[in-house]
């Protein structure tokens, strides 16, 4: 997931009540189906904020995947069997892996558990094999074999340790080997050492009857409904369900590192070790990842229908959760900005329907600087912007001419002629305006 920007970050506050309530009043106001809910921990004080849904239907047990959250679960457990001698951080991956599955190495050196933890291994986002052919449930069908069968063929391009790149294929690999040296499955692992003594009986892999009862229904940004996601062999990645009544208990437990329970370990899984950006700021410890300058450590997590986000600073006893039935990144700003106020919220905007006719005669390439282009297509009933380099996005209609980006907080706005084809687009991102005419 993304990171935050470290420059904008002051020393963290929480804001006030009727901030955080406004914030996600205008959030739900504008997307049909939202469910969202923010713990705050100001020293011993909790309070807990809602909007979506009706009032008895979301609370501090209503359940929500919590996507790469899990991370942080699988980072615990690692630095518990580290304190502990069942593993080392050095260990290379390939003493916990079956006979037979040959691991990838560069010149001869292994990848090694830390590598998978900070994210530095030289392995990929996702595994070349996962074989999925839709973002509906596109871990599902990874087996073992599949697994194992990539480790042995893949090639790394990188010696390990060196270069950050988020990857679900090594957090997952990392959970896996785990429970392989615990010699049982990950859900058991994490439920004997983490999640039980933490007291989080709500939080797991697989959901009971009555926990499922408890699910909010998933979306994704357009608000169409979306199913959960199988992590199948990469669950250590993303598997988790929770609700904010555990997730609190999680928040508190790392808050209070090294004191209280599993306390050194989680101390040990925060500390910053590898830098990731924002010239050497933000660094990497075991997953979770900290700002040097604000002191704030934080993860965040998504899966098809769910977004989730943790942040807190232990030197100010402060900490926020957020859980929300929408995969929608940018939560993670409202997030922030519990914490950190002056950290700005795109505005939440409501989006129109246009005519399909309409959306064409907006469709075009368009020159943002040399060598730079933005290119508008017509995709169904919505358009889609694509940045050289970047993948596309989706914008949405706030007008007939104008246009806002749900990933990020950027609008563009159409110039017209007489018969309503566009001429010239402008992108207002970050306090700047950018014209670019259009040369297709």
Not at 111 to 118: F, N, S, T, Y
Request: proline share 8%.
């Amino acid at each position: 997931m993304g990171r935050l920007p470290a420059q904008s970050l002051p020393a963290p506050a929480p804001g006030v009540a009727t901030d955080i309530q406004a914030q996600i009043n205008r959030y739900v106001d504008v997307n049909p189906g939202a469910a969202l809910i923010v713990g705050v921990v100001n020293g011993g004080q909790v309070t807990t904020y809602t909007g979506g849904m009706s009032p008895t239907g979301l609370d501090e047990r209503t359940e929500f995947q919590i996507g790469s959250i899990t991370k942080t679960f699988t980072a615990t457990l690692l630095a518990l069997m580290v304190r502990d001698g069942s593993v080392k951080l050095d260990d290379p991956i390939g003493k916990y892996l079956p006979p037979g599955v040959n691991p990838p190495s560069y010149q001869g050196r292994p990848i090694r558990l830390i590598d998978l933890a900070e994210q530095n291994s030289g392995l990929p986002t996702i595994p070349d094999n996962l074989g999925a052919t839709s973002l509906i449930d596109p871990y599902a069908t990874y087996t073992p074999a599949k697994l194992h069968a990539f480790l042995s063929s893949y090639r790394l391009t990188r010696e390990p340790g060196t270069q950050y790149e988020y990857s679900n294929t090594g957090v997952g690999l990392l959970g896996d080997l785990l429970a392989a040296r615990a010699k049982t499955s990950y859900a058991d692992v994490l439920e004997t050492h983490v999640l039980h003594p933490l007291g989080m009986d709500d939080t797991g892999v697989d959901l009971s009857a009555a926990q499922r009862a408890r699910l909010a229904p998933g979306f994704n940004v357009d608000n169409d409904p979306q199913q959960p996601w199988d992590f199948a062999e990469l669950e250590g990645a993303g598997a988790l369900y929770s609700d904010m009544h555990d997730m609190l208990l999680f928040l508190r437990a790392n808050m209070a590192a090294p004191a209280g329970t599993l306390g050194p370990a989680m101390a040990f899984a925060q500390q910053p070790r590898f830098p990731i950006g924002f010239d050497g700021i933000v660094k990497i410890g075991l997953v979770w990842m900290t700002n040097e300058q604000s002191g704030i450590t934080w993860h965040n997590g998504q899966t098809g229908g769910y977004h989730a986000f943790i942040a807190f600073n232990r030197t100010t006893q402060t900490g926020v959760v957020l859980l929300a039935n929408v995969a929608d990144t940018g939560l993670d700003a409202l997030g922030t900005h519990v914490l950190a106020p002056s950290f700005p919220v795109p505005v939440a905007r409501a989006a129109i329907a246009l005519p399909p006719d309409a959306l064409d005669r907006l469709a075009g390439v368009y020159q943002l600087a040399p060598g730079v282009t933005i290119t508008i297509a017509r995709e169904g009933a919505r358009l889609a912007a694509q940045v050289s380099g970047q993948p596309p996005f989706m914008i949405y209609a706030s007008s007939p001419t104008s246009f806002f980006f749900k990933v990020v907080d950027a609008q563009l706005t159409f110039d017209v002629d007489a018969q309503g084809r566009a001429t010239r687009v402008t992108l207002h991102q970050n306090g700047h305006d950018i014209p670019a005419p259009r040369i297709k």
